[in-house]
């Protein structure tokens, strides 16, 4: 198995902590959330607000299940259109009340049945995209584990994005990209080497911003070590952000974005 295979499935097993152990390691108060006013609550997306060191904050993230109950549940952390437009609407009111949004992403992808496809799936992710880029309040986001495609990206669109060490984030899966690309799902070592799709590669490509460190024991093991990490960045980064004016928050997020084009081989 390839390093970055080792990385991936270090991502998608099962015991990794979830959005709502981080959100519990994390911040006070959480007060979740549910519906998108349309049609119903999505188990995939968990969201609300919450306080970090005497801050209010708004915290969204993918929810993935360490149980077959759990994953049910959650539909094994792919969120259906409701779920991103759920996500949108605590984003909303997170700028009319002026307070930043945290993302947790964790998802091989949206899901993708036939039901997702009539209730707009495509339009929900696309919307997402477009509202995240111009909204007014700051956005961090972290990725807490796999970050599949349009399923991840529609969380992403942030000011800084940073992601654990044991990380991923692509346009799909190795799985996929091998049976796609050459139809031979056996070269999957070599797709995942040729994606580039670990933190490391995406702190080098200007993708990521940050990466931390997860415990040699297993993160499952020692969740603290990673979240105390994560809570020096938040202490740090949260009041430059809340400091800047409106025009200087979303010129500086235009700007990151622009950037993607400057990648190293």
Known sequence: MSETMKTVSIARKIQRPTTRQFIDM??????????????????????????????????????????????????????????????????????????????LINTAGAYCGVGAEERGQGEAIARNLMEMSRLKTPIISIFIGEGGSGGALALAVADTVWMLEHGMYSVLSPEGFASILWRDSSRVDEAAELMRMTADHLLQNHVIDRKFTESPNGIEKDLPYTTDQISEALKETLPELMALSTEELLEKRYARFRQYGEFEE
């Open 26 to 103: 994390l911040f006070d108060d959480f007060l979740e959330f549910h519906g998108d006013r349309y049609f119903k609550d999505d188990g995939a997306i968990v969201g609300g607000i919450a306080s970090f060191q005497g801050q209010p904050i708004t915290v969204i993230g993918i929810q993935k299940g360490q149980t077959l109950e759990e994953n049910v549940t959650c539909n094994f952390g792919q969120p259906n259109p409701e779920g991103y437009r759920k996500a949108l609407r605590l984003m909303k009111q997170a700028e009319k009340f002026k307070r930043p949004v945290i993302t």
